[in-house]
Nanobody, 128 residues
Framework: QVQLVESGGGLVQDGGSLRLSCAAS????????MGWFRQAPGKERRFVAAINWNAGTTYYLDSVMGRFTISRDNAKNTVYLQMNSLKPEDTAVYFCAADFKLYSGTYYPTEDYEYDYWGQGTQVTVSS
């Protein structure tokens, strides 16, 4: 079993920054990817960013590229999402997720059904 706990959400003004953290515990040794998703009110949960846990390579939703950075700390078993230049449209509940499947080549999982474990979410609100 794997547990994921997000933190770092809050209220920030347009153009501000936040850093989200997701601490993982349990049987995480064979994890392949960690991802961040978000769900705005009345909308479906959407992919934001993913990191290949072993290689450290990353992949982003186009609309956050250049503003958001996903990173990991292997020693702390934690994944981060640094969010800069935040916009009101970034307002959502942000979830981290862990994927334990193996993929070929440079594939990145971007669909929520591809991930095996989820955190409880943390609210990010950007005011205009």
């Amino acid at each position: 079993q794997v547990q994921l706990v997000e933190s770092g959400g809050g209220l920030v003004q347009d153009g501000g920054s936040l850093r989200l953290s997701c601490a993982a515990s349990g049987r995480t040794d064979s994890r392949s990817f960690m991802g961040w998703f978000r769900q705005a009110p009345g909308k479906e949960r959407r992919f934001v960013a993913a990191i290949n846990w072993n290689a450290g390579t990353t992949y982003y939703l186009d609309s956050v590229m250049g503003r958001f950075t996903i990173s990991r700390d292997n020693a702390k078993n934690t994944v981060y999402l640094q969010m800069n230049s935040l916009k009101p449209e970034d307002t959502a509940v942000y979830f981290c997720a862990a994927d334990f499947k193996l993929y070929s080549g440079t594939y990145y999982p971007t669909e929520d059904y591809e991930y095996d474990y989820w955190g409880q979410g943390t609210q990010v609100t950007v005011s205009s």
